[in-house]
């Protein structure tokens, strides 16, 4: 059995090639790819409620003036939302079953142009709009009226901010 000698140069090359192939494998398995589907799920928006700010309200509403409206906004989505309108829904009620607060107050015109800030899960600060309510002149708009707290339901409109 006769063994042949390797060149210097055969040796060099095939040391170099095989250090490439190897190289080129761990290469390989370190940059493995693939493809498949990715998931996400939008959301579902809850409605913006109010909250009741009625202790804090300003005695500052008579028969054929405006007065001022105060509104708190509770925001429970878990983005923050910017409100940017608010109107009312339908007749202002009382507490009274003598004062029709239904053909007494009325909010004047919408608010529209806001940028109330509500935060994810929490409160605004409480809104004050001066001029917003009205209460109208004459009908049950009389002493039965005098120091009663009305309430006018609203409509917000917001956009996650």
């Avoid at 579902?44 to 500052?60: I, K």
């Avoid at 054929?64 to 906004?73: A, H």
Wanted: glycine content about 10%; aromatic content about 6%.
């Amino acid at each position: 059995m006769t063994f042949r000698k390797f060149s210097k140069r055969a040796i060099i090359t095939s040391l170099f090639l095989g250090i490439l192939l190897a190289g080129s494998v761990a290469f390989a398995w370190w940059t493995a790819g693939g493809s498949g589907t990715g998931y996400a799920k939008a959301a579902s928006a809850s409605p913006l409620t109010t909250v009741d700010v009625s202790a804090s309200t300003t005695a500052d509403l008579y028969p054929g003036g405006t007065g001022t409206l105060k509104i708190q906004i509770h925001n429970p989505n878990t983005y923050a939302v910017t409100v940017t309108g608010i109107s009312a829904t339908g007749p202002a009620t009382s507490n009274d079953v003598n004062c029709d607060a239904a053909n007494t107050v009325t909010m004047v015109a919408p608010l529209t142009s806001l940028s109330i800030a509500v935060p994810a899960g929490g409160n605004s600060t409480v809104q004050t709009f001066a001029n917003a309510v009205a209460m109208n002149n004459g009908g049950s708009a009389d002493n039965s009226c005098m120091g009663k707290v009305f309430e006018l339901p609203v409509s917000l409109t917001g956009v996650n901010s």
